[in-house]
């Protein structure tokens, strides 16, 4: 069984800075691209940024210079480094295994507000 928990959401500052973290278990992590997912109310989800098995890292353009993405293949594990936060950020936000199947996590909310 396939499990992608995320942890790390909640309230962040405007300018601030939040870190995610995403646990695998279940696969084999460096086997796997990893991405994350976000999807805010009313909106499709949209990519935010992944990271293929090796360390090679793309971003969505309204994240990059502000969002960092890294894994440790040791640990099955794998963050994503929030900076500069904005309200537009705000959305649940997914962990996603990509390998032969494709695996999602629960979600975590992020909230970015005054």
């Known amino acids: 069984q396939v499990h992608l928990v995320e942890s790390g959401g909640g309230l962040g500052q405007p300018g601030g800075s939040l870190t995610l973290s995403c646990a695998a278990s279940g696969l084999t992590f460096n086997k796997h691209t990893m991405s994350w997912y976000r999807q805010a109310p009313g909106k499709e989800r949209e990519l935010v940024a992944l990271i293929n098995s090796v360390g090679g890292a793309g971003y969505a353009a309204s994240v990059k210079g502000r969002f960092t993405i890294s894994r440790d293949n040791s640990k099955n594990m794998v963050s994503l480094q929030m900076n500069s936060l904005k309200p537009e950020d705000t959305a649940v936000y997914y962990c996603?295994?990509?390998?032969?199947?494709?695996?999602w996590g629960q979600g975590t909310q992020v909230t970015v507000s005054s």
């Open positions: 996603n295994a990509q390998g032969v199947t494709q695996y």
